[in-house]
Structures are given as C-alpha cells and as structure tokens.
C-alpha cells in the first residue's frame, strides 16, 4: 500500500497544477466552475490513482507515465477555456515549469531524508515524506500565485507576447530534466548534493523573477496601448463633438432662416404678388436644409435627431423617433447628444448592411418619474455581432469598438445603467440615465 501512495502522491500534484492554471482564467470558462470540478476533479484523481497503479507494477518512473498525458491534460485544458491557443498553452507550461523546478527541489529533500537509509540504487519514486513536501509547496504556490497573470490574460493589447512566452517554461523544463541525476548515489558524492539544492533553487527564483519580470512588462505595456487607445478614443470622440455643434447650429440657422423667410413671405403676401412670392419660393427651396426640424422641445437633441433622420432618409432607411423631451434637462447637454450620436451612427452603420427590405431604426426617448430618462434603440443587423470579455468590437476595424464603449463611459459617469442585446437579426440598446 505504501509502494503505491508513492507515486501516488508524485502525480497528485496535478490536481494543484491545473488549479493554479485555471485561477488566472476564471473569467473565461465554457462551463460554470461547479460544473468543471464536478467531473474534472474525478478525472484527475482517477489519473493520479491509476498512475501510481501503473507506475508501482511496472516499477518505472512516475514522469514515464506523465509525460505522454501531459498533452492530454493540455488539450482538456485548453478546450475548457475562451482564450486562444497560445495562451492557454504559455499559462500550462509556466505552472509546469514552476513545478518541474519544485520537484527538483522535492528530489534534493527526498535525499536529505534517506540519507541513512540503505536503499536500493534503483529507488524509483520520493518518500512519502518528500512526497507530502511537494504537494505542499505546489499548493503554496497556488495561493500565493493565483492572480499573478490576471492582467496579462485579459489584455488583448498584449497578445502578440504570448506567441514567443512558452520558450521561456520550456527551456527551464529541460534544464531541470537534464538535472536529474541517473544514479542515485551520485548525489552523495561529495557536494554533489549541497550543490543539487542550491541549484535548484536557484532556478526556481530566477524562474520567478523572469515571470515578474514579464509580468512588470505586461504592464508597462499594458499601460501604453491603454493611453493610446485613449487618445485615440478622445479625438475621435471630439470629432464627433465637433460635428455634431456644426449640426446643432446648421439645424439652429435653418430655423432662423426660415423665420426671416416666412418673414419675407408675408410681406410678399400682403402686396398680393403671387409671382414673386413664386420665384421667392423656387429659389429658397434649395437652400433650406433637408432636416425634419422637430422632433421635441430640447433644440440640441432635436437637431442631433434631425441630422441623423436626414442621413438614414439618404441610405433608404426607415427612421421612426419618439422623443419626448423638455426644453431643460439638469443632465449634461452634450454629454446626451453624445449618447444619441453614436446610437444612432452605429444603428445607420448598421442597418446600411442589412437588405433594403429589412432596414429599420426605432427610436423611443421618454422621461420616468421625473428623475429618469429612457432611451429604446433598435435597428436590424446582418452579419456576426463579436464580442470579447464583454466589449463589442468594431466591424470597421481590429480592437474595440469605440461608439458603444463612449456610451458606457458617459452612463457611468452618470450612474445610470445600459444593456445591449442582439437577436434574430435585431440589436436593442437600452439605456437609463439620471436627469
């Protein structure tokens, strides 16, 4: 029975391993963590008795029978995840690779323990004590490392590092094997064994820090890509603010034209000229915009509307807006303006790709119980809508998409709460915001 926990305890430390794997991805499971234990776990401790079974009758040693699941493992552990291959694969060789290092440590105490002992030179597998020393120290290192890599696996703007990280576990996998001594009493022989468990140890830090080390980096860049991707968001964000004050005061000129037309006309009326008032006509036609001018009382919000009902009348699109809206509102002017522009942009964007027959832009804007306002937008779709830890990406280009990013930004700030949906070939934004 002894024989057996051995090796046993040599391979449960998988269980461990895959868990500090897994802690770092939480977030990107396929299945509920309940559901992934439930047989998961039973798959590990069945591999771990069966191994050590496999391993105590055919006397050979535990790593003949690891190495060949290890891709087995990898693979299960890969497709348990929404992470691309590459980091799934980076994140499983740095916990081998840590714990390569730590079994090299455990082989070095396993020999400090059997010292005294006159053992066979074929001894295959650690003591149990050495055993329980491995287990300990790689669950050590599960707590103390569970959120280390957290960062880095979130950040897309990282991830052309992940193609090159694995070299790095790799090398320090193979170092380690190379270290394991073929004889055990080459260990003994004079301070073969002093020199075992300074080296490594050695490598165990020098593993560490270089995964510090990575991870400092991470961030560094990390922190780069975020202000750029910022500043980029800020000027594209004072582009649209720009067009839409020269939209507000295009919509705010043509009502003032039109008055002084009207104006003009009725002077025109009261001579009893038709004909000038004909021509007068003709000629002030063309100039007038093209905007339906109304529709409700807030004239920053209405021009917004106006311009953006213009533009769907252009691509073919129907555009139905139910905007009830008083003249003042206590919430930032162009802050809402912002939130309409780029619902709107994004709904025309989209409904532009969709069959003339299925476009549709429906809008409906109203206040509840006097302190809340909200905001109903619909519009068909063709196409796949992706999305990455919860954030739309663009169909224009690779990353982000920006429009419903500003939007979540300025509900935030206002604390207010919004909720994007799509299905059947319609996307529903619906918003509240606090006025």
């Known amino acids: 029975m002894t024989d057996i926990l051995r090796p046993v305890l040599e391979l449960s430390v998988i269980i461990p391993g895959i868990l500090l794997a897994y802690l770092p991805v939480k977030n990107y499971l396929r299945q509920t963590p309940l559901k992934l234990t439930a047989w998961l776990l039973p798959l590990l401790l069945g591999i771990?008795?069966?191994?050590?079974?496999?391993?105590?009758?055919?006397?050979?040693?535990?790593?003949?029978?690891?190495?060949?699941?290890?891709?087995?493992?990898?693979?299960?552990?890969?497709?348990?995840?929404?992470?691309?291959?590459?980091?799934?694969?980076?994140?499983?060789?740095?916990?081998?690779?840590?714990?390569?290092?730590?079994?090299?440590?455990?082989?070095?105490?396993?020999?400090?323990?059997?010292?005294?002992?006159?053992?066979?030179?074929?001894?295959?597998?650690?003591?149990?004590?050495?055993?329980?020393?491995?287990?300990?120290?790689?669950?050590?290192?599960?707590?103390?490392?569970?959120?280390?890599?957290?960062?880095?696996?979130?950040?897309?703007?990282?991830?052309?590092?992940?193609?090159?990280?694995?070299?790095?576990?790799?090398?320090?996998?193979?170092?380690?094997?190379?270290?394991?001594?073929?004889?055990?009493?080459?260990?003994?022989?004079?301070?073969?064994?002093?020199c075992y468990i300074v080296l490594s140890?050695?490598?165990?830090?020098?593993?560490?820090?270089?995964?510090?080390?990575?991870?400092?980096?991470?961030?560094?860049?990390?922190?780069?890509?975020?202000?750029?991707?910022?500043?980029?968001?800020?000027?594209?964000?004072?582009?649209?603010?720009?067009?839409?004050?020269?939209?507000?005061?295009?919509?705010?000129?043509?009502?003032?034209?039109?008055r002084h037309h009207f104006?003009?006309?009725?002077?025109?009326?009261?001579?009893?000229?038709?004909?000038?008032?004909?021509?007068?006509?003709?000629?002030?036609?063309?100039?007038?915009?093209?905007?339906?001018?109304?529709?409700?009382?807030?004239q920053a919000v209405d021009s917004v509307f106006g311009y953006y009902s213009t533009l769907a009348k252009r691509e073919n699109i129907p555009f139905h807006a139910l905007v009830s809206l008083p003249t003042d509102l206590s919430i930032d002017e162009i802050n809402l303006c912002l939130v309409f522009s780029n619902l709107l942009e994004n709904a025309i964007q989209a409904s532009v790709k969709t069959e003339h027959a299925r476009r549709k832009i429906n809008v409906e804007v109203y206040p509840h119980h006097n302190h809340l306002l909200l905001i109903h937008v619909e519009n068909t779709f063709d196409g796949k809508i992706q999305q990455e830890n919860n954030i739309f990406q663009s169909s224009k280009r690779s990353g982000n998409g920006i429009g419903i990013e500003s939007v979540r930004h300025i509900i935030d700030k206002n604390g207010g709460a919004c909720d994007f949906t799509y299905k059947d070939g319609i996307f529903s934004a619906k918003i509240m915001l606090r006025i």
């Not at 055993?131 to 950040?155: E, K, P, R, W």
């Not at 009893?272 to 093209?290: H, P, R, V």
């Open 263 to 298: 104006v003009q006309l009725s002077s025109l009326a009261e001579q009893g000229d038709m004909e000038k008032i004909k021509k007068y006509l003709s000629a002030t036609t063309e100039k007038i915009s093209d905007y339906n001018l109304h529709f409700c009382e807030n």
């Open 201 to 258: 140890l050695v490598l165990l830090i020098l593993l560490l820090l270089f995964y510090v080390m990575f991870l400092m980096m991470a961030v560094n860049l990390n922190r780069n890509a975020r202000l750029q991707q910022e500043n980029h968001f800020l000027s594209l964000q004072q582009e649209r603010y720009e067009n839409l004050c020269m939209a507000i005061e295009e919509a705010r000129q043509a009502r003032h034209d039109i």
């Open 48 to 194: 771990c008795i069966l191994g050590g079974a496999v391993c105590c009758a055919l006397q050979i040693p535990t790593r003949w029978f690891l190495f060949p699941l290890l891709p087995v493992i990898m693979l299960i552990y890969h497709k348990t995840l929404k992470i691309s291959v590459w980091k799934s694969v980076s994140i499983f060789l740095a916990v081998f690779a840590v714990f390569t290092c730590v079994k090299s440590l455990s082989r070095a105490v396993n020999a400090l323990m059997t010292a005294d002992l006159h053992i066979t030179e074929n001894e295959l597998w650690f003591r149990t004590g050495a055993g329980i020393f491995y287990n300990v120290i790689c669950l050590l290192f599960v707590l103390a490392s569970c959120h280390c890599v957290q960062t880095m696996i979130a950040d897309e703007n990282f991830a052309q590092t992940w193609y090159v990280f694995w070299i790095l576990p790799v090398i320090f996998i193979g170092v380690n094997l190379f270290m394991i001594p073929k004889y055990r009493s080459t260990l003994y022989t004079g301070r073969v064994l002093q």
